[in-house]
Structure formats: C-alpha cells, structure tokens
C-alpha cells in the first residue's frame, strides 16, 4: 500500500475543493439557463413592457387624438346639415371617450344651436301654439323628426280601418275627412282640413285601426311624424309627450264640433255589460296558444264586443293588436248558464289610468241580434250607441 505525503493530501484536497467549485458553477449556470430561457425572455420581456406602457402617456395622446378627430367630424357634417351623421358621431364621442366632458357636453350644445338656426320660420309658425309649449332642445327634436310628402287629388291619406302609426300635420292644400256609415251605406263626410290642422292622433296614441278616411282634395303638402321617431325623441326629452298629446286634445274638440250630430260609425248597435270571460290567442298556424287572460266585458253587439284587462305591458298590446283571439264567457238565465264562444279580430286597444287597457273585438263571424238582445235582457243593461 502506497501511502501519500501531506504534500500530495494536499493537493487532493485542492483538486476535491476545485471539483466542487467547478460543480456548483455548472449548476448554477444550468440553473441561470433554465429561469433566463427564451420563453422567460419572452414572459419577461412582455411583463416589463406592459409595466412600462403603463408608465408612458402614449394611450393619452391617442385618446386626445381621438376626441378631437371625432369633435372636428362632428363640425364639418353640422356645417353640411347633416344632423343625423353629427349625432352619430356625437354618440361615438360618448362611447369611445366618456371623460370628455367638455368636448361632449359643447358638441351638443353645437348641433342644438345649429338645429334652431336651420328650423324654417314659415313651417313653425302653422303650429306656433305647439311649438310655444316645447324649450329649444325639445322643439328642435320634434322639427327634424318630421317628414314631409305630397299627395295628389283624390289619393287617401289613410283609411278606415287601418292603422299606420303616423300623426300628420296638414302644410298645405285640403283633405277630406270622412267614414262609411254602414246604416245607411254610404260615405259621410265629417270635415275639410286645411293648413295648419293635423290628422291620425286618434290612432297614433292608441293601438286602434283608424274610424275615418282622409283623401286629398287638392294637392297637398303634408308633415309627418312616424310613431318609432317619436318614441325616439320622447326617450330623451320626456315632457314632449304630455305637450303634444295636450295639443292634440285641443285640435279634437275643433274637429268633434263640425261633425254631424249623431255619426253612426258602428254596423251593430252596442250595450253595456258586466260579465267575466276568457281570452286566449292563436298562434299564426290557428292554434290556441296556452296563456290565458282573465277579462271584463264591458259592452256587446252583434259585430263584436269591448273588454278591459289589467297589467298589460306595451309590448304585449302591440303584439295583440290585430291578432286572432278566442273569447269565451257565461251568463246566467233564468235557472240555466249559457256559454258565449266566439273567434274575432282584436281592433283597438286603449290604455287607461289605474294600471287598465280597453279592448275592443271584431267577430269573425256575426251574432244574432235577437241573442244580443236576450243577453242583455238578463245582465241587466241598457242599450247605447
């Protein structure tokens, strides 16, 4: 066995503690090579971009950028009087900067300001009582909702038992307002309207078929208000609503004093009732659909009756008017309950205070009037017309 001197100990020792150096390097850079990695390069790399983008103002000169694109857009198409496009933009400018109080806030007060200098004097001044109820923003929202059309002698405006959702505003010329009166057969004339009269509200602020025609007796100029531009405006400038309906009412009462005293517009005279019945709706394929309405008769002829129902929504009317529904009700006779069925047409639909809606139904096939008659013999009613 060969021993070793300290010397050589000695220098094992060194070589042993150069090893281990040399080891711990290799793993420390194996190690160093596995967090630095091209993938942690890249994590990293985004990481310190992401910090660093969050730092520079490079988003905030893009968003001023933005807003001043968008403001001088806004300018240039209100010097075209193109409100529509300006008011796109103006609601682009909303959306896309929201903190641009100024900048939203002075282009609406722009395109309002420039809505009432382009407004024409002369179109304003056939319905200055109107327009005197409404502030600038208001009356300038209704003046560019309006459309304008011509109609030619003896074309109808509208006729009876329609509906077309407009509310008209006569500029020119004169229409002939009138019904069919189903007694004695034949058209019976109620009024001539003329410049500065409106026509169609009995229609336009209710769900209902119109009860009269309008036919053109001359040329004439007419305005219109289409119920989607209205519901528009009234969404952003609510007191509109109660103003103009207010006017309207006033414009009716001329009209209801130049009409005939007794204008029969019905076929079948109506009575008054009281019974309970059940309405059901059919689907466009003539099936009866499962949901079942609860509703109050109020008056019966024989061409149809009139009901009231509670808690129904608009957009449950509007899907109602003009459907097929399926109406059933009882009432007593002496000792003995008869059923009343009949299939009709919803016609008209009117909403009343205390949460109440008035409907009214077209049979799609008659009743006998001597029924009529029995029915009411015993729901104790009086006839009325």
């Not at 496009?85 to 609406?108: D, H, M, N, Y």
């Not at 026509?199 to 040329?219: D, R, V």
């Amino acid at each position: 066995m060969k021993l070793q001197s300290p010397h050589d100990q000695n220098q094992l020792s060194g070589k042993r503690a150069a090893t281990r150096s040399l080891t711990e390097k290799i793993k420390n850079i194996i190690h160093l090579h596995e967090v630095v990695s091209p993938d942690n390069q890249l994590r990293k790399k985004k990481k310190t971009s992401i910090l660093h983008r969050s730092d520079e103002p490079e988003p905030e000169k893009n968003n001023a950028a933005t807003v001043k694109l968008l403001f001088d857009r806004i300018v240039h198409n209100l010097n075209q009087n193109n409100f529509a496009k300006a008011e796109q933009l103006r609601e682009k400018l909303i959306v896309e900067a929201p903190t641009a109080v100024r900048e939203i806030v002075r282009s609406g007060e722009i395109i309002e300001q420039k809505k009432n200098a382009c407004m024409d004097p002369k179109k304003i001044r056939l319905w200055a009582d109107l327009f005197n109820r409404f502030n600038n923003s208001e009356a300038a929202a209704f003046y560019f909702a309006l459309k304008d059309f011509v109609v030619k002698p003896n074309q109808p405006v509208f006729q009876q038992g329609n509906c077309d959702n407009r509310l008209y505003f006569i500029r020119s010329g004169s229409l002939k307002l009138k019904y069919f009166d189903y007694d004695v057969r034949k058209n019976v004339s109620i009024t001539i309207l003329r410049k500065g009269d409106i026509a169609g509200a009995e229609t336009f602020f209710t769900l209902t078929n119109h009860t009269t025609n309008l036919i053109a007796a001359e040329e004439s100029e007419i305005s219109y208000l289409e119920k989607s531009a209205y519901q528009k405006i009234v969404a952003e400038n609510h007191a509109i609503e109660s103003k103009l309906c207010k006017y309207c009412e006033t414009k009716q009462i001329n009209y209801d004093q130049i009409k005939p005293e007794t204008p029969y517009r019905r076929a079948h005279k109506r009575y008054k009732t009281d019974l309970i019945g059940q309405v059901q709706r059919f689907d466009k394929n003539g099936n009866l659909l499962e949901a079942i309405s609860e509703a109050k008769i109020i008056d019966l002829s024989a061409g149809g009756l009139g009901y009231r129902v509670r808690n129904l929504k608009i957009g449950e009317a509007a899907y109602l008017h003009n459907s097929r529904i399926y109406i059933s009700a009882s009432y007593q006779k002496y000792s003995l309950s008869y059923e009343l069925k009949k299939s009709a047409k919803v016609v008209s639909l009117k909403f009343l205070p205390f949460g109440e809606c008035s409907v009214h139904v077209q049979f799609e096939e008659p009743i006998d009037e001597d029924r009529v008659i029995d029915i009411a013999q015993h729901t104790d009613v009086t006839a009325y017309i």
